[in-house]
Protein backbone atom coordinates (compact mmCIF):
# COMPACT_ATOMS: atom_id res chain seq x y z
CA UNK A 1 0.00 0.00 0.00
CA UNK A 2 1.24 3.42 -0.40
CA UNK A 3 1.02 6.45 1.62
CA UNK A 4 1.73 9.48 1.69
CA UNK A 5 3.67 11.49 4.56
CA UNK A 6 3.21 15.12 4.44
CA UNK A 7 5.76 17.07 7.06
CA UNK A 8 5.28 20.10 8.98
CA UNK A 9 6.88 22.74 10.29
CA UNK A 10 6.61 25.46 12.33
CA UNK A 11 6.91 29.10 9.94
CA UNK A 12 9.02 30.65 12.27
CA UNK A 13 11.55 28.22 12.72
CA UNK A 14 11.28 27.62 9.17
CA UNK A 15 12.11 30.86 8.45
CA UNK A 16 15.19 31.30 11.31
CA UNK A 17 16.36 27.90 9.95
CA UNK A 18 16.30 26.35 13.30
CA UNK A 19 17.36 22.58 13.18
CA UNK A 20 17.56 23.18 9.59
CA UNK A 21 21.14 20.63 9.59
CA UNK A 22 19.86 18.23 11.71
CA UNK A 23 16.85 17.74 9.79
CA UNK A 24 18.55 17.54 6.62
CA UNK A 25 20.81 14.61 8.41
CA UNK A 26 17.97 12.82 9.88
CA UNK A 27 16.17 13.00 6.84
CA UNK A 28 18.94 11.59 4.57
CA UNK A 29 19.17 8.74 6.73
CA UNK A 30 15.31 8.15 6.07
CA UNK A 31 15.71 8.43 2.63
CA UNK A 32 18.68 5.97 1.92
CA UNK A 33 17.13 3.18 3.93
CA UNK A 34 13.98 3.49 2.97
CA UNK A 35 15.48 3.14 -0.68
CA UNK A 36 17.35 0.13 0.58
CA UNK A 37 14.35 -1.46 1.69
CA UNK A 38 12.36 -0.55 -1.91
CA UNK A 39 9.96 1.59 0.06
CA UNK A 40 10.80 4.80 -0.44
CA UNK A 41 8.90 5.57 -3.90
CA UNK A 42 9.83 9.73 -3.94
CA UNK A 43 10.42 12.53 -1.57
CA UNK A 44 10.77 15.96 -2.35
CA UNK A 45 10.75 19.65 -0.11
CA UNK A 46 8.65 22.37 -0.64
CA UNK A 47 9.39 25.90 -1.76
CA UNK A 48 8.71 28.46 1.00
CA UNK A 49 5.32 29.51 1.63
CA UNK A 50 5.68 32.76 0.46
CA UNK A 51 5.96 32.15 -3.04
CA UNK A 52 3.32 29.09 -3.30
CA UNK A 53 0.49 30.36 -5.51
CA UNK A 54 -3.24 29.71 -4.67
CA UNK A 55 -5.88 28.87 -7.09
CA UNK A 56 -9.61 29.40 -5.88
CA UNK A 57 -13.09 29.90 -7.32
CA UNK A 58 -14.75 32.57 -6.46
CA UNK A 59 -18.01 34.18 -7.60
CA UNK A 60 -16.05 36.33 -10.71
CA UNK A 61 -14.27 32.55 -12.00
CA UNK A 62 -11.33 31.04 -11.03
CA UNK A 63 -8.57 33.73 -9.49
CA UNK A 64 -4.79 32.94 -8.88
CA UNK A 65 -3.16 34.76 -5.94
CA UNK A 66 -0.01 34.95 -4.67
CA UNK A 67 0.63 32.76 -1.19
CA UNK A 68 -0.75 30.34 0.91
CA UNK A 69 -4.59 30.14 1.35
CA UNK A 70 -4.22 31.43 5.19
CA UNK A 71 -2.29 32.60 7.89
CA UNK A 72 -0.61 29.55 9.21
CA UNK A 73 1.69 28.46 12.16
CA UNK A 74 2.85 25.57 10.98
CA UNK A 75 3.22 24.60 7.05
CA UNK A 76 3.85 21.68 5.05
CA UNK A 77 7.81 21.35 4.35
CA UNK A 78 7.73 18.37 2.39
CA UNK A 79 6.72 15.41 1.23
CA UNK A 80 7.28 11.71 0.68
CA UNK A 81 5.29 8.38 -0.60
CA UNK A 82 6.45 5.41 0.35
CA UNK A 83 5.14 1.98 -0.72
CA UNK A 84 4.97 -0.67 2.21
CA UNK A 85 2.85 -3.48 3.82
CA UNK A 86 0.79 -1.68 5.81
CA UNK A 87 -0.05 0.93 8.11
CA UNK A 88 1.27 -0.13 10.98
CA UNK A 89 4.50 -0.34 9.29
CA UNK A 90 3.98 3.41 7.71
CA UNK A 91 3.18 4.72 11.78
CA UNK A 92 6.24 2.99 12.53
CA UNK A 93 8.97 4.70 9.86
CA UNK A 94 6.83 7.85 10.59
CA UNK A 95 7.47 7.53 14.59
CA UNK A 96 11.04 7.47 14.12
CA UNK A 97 11.20 10.63 12.20
CA UNK A 98 8.97 12.22 14.47
CA UNK A 99 10.86 11.21 17.48
CA UNK A 100 13.92 12.30 16.74
CA UNK A 101 12.41 15.95 14.81
CA UNK A 102 9.61 16.52 17.27
CA UNK A 103 7.12 17.70 14.19
CA UNK A 104 4.58 16.45 13.00
CA UNK A 105 3.97 14.33 9.64
CA UNK A 106 0.61 13.29 8.85
CA UNK A 107 0.16 9.57 6.65
CA UNK A 108 -2.85 9.33 4.14
CA UNK A 109 -3.17 6.12 2.31
CA UNK A 110 -3.41 6.78 -1.64
CA UNK A 111 -6.17 4.89 -3.49
CA UNK A 112 -4.63 4.84 -6.72
CA UNK A 113 -7.05 2.75 -8.57
CA UNK A 114 -9.45 2.58 -5.80
CA UNK A 115 -10.47 6.55 -6.43
CA UNK A 116 -13.69 7.12 -8.20
CA UNK A 117 -13.16 10.87 -8.48
Same mark, same amino acid.
Given at each position: ??YLLLAYTPLAAWDAGVG?????? &??? /??????? !? %?????????????? &? %???? /??????????????? !? #???? #?? %?????????? !??? &?? =? &??? #????????????? =????????
Amino acid at each position: MKYLLLAYTPLAAWDAGVGAEEAVE &VYS /RFQRELT !E %SGELVSTEGLGHPA &V %STTV /RRTEHGVVATDGPFA !E #LKEV #LA %SFAVIDCASR !ERA &VE =I &VGR #LVAILGEPIEIRP =ILGGEFRG
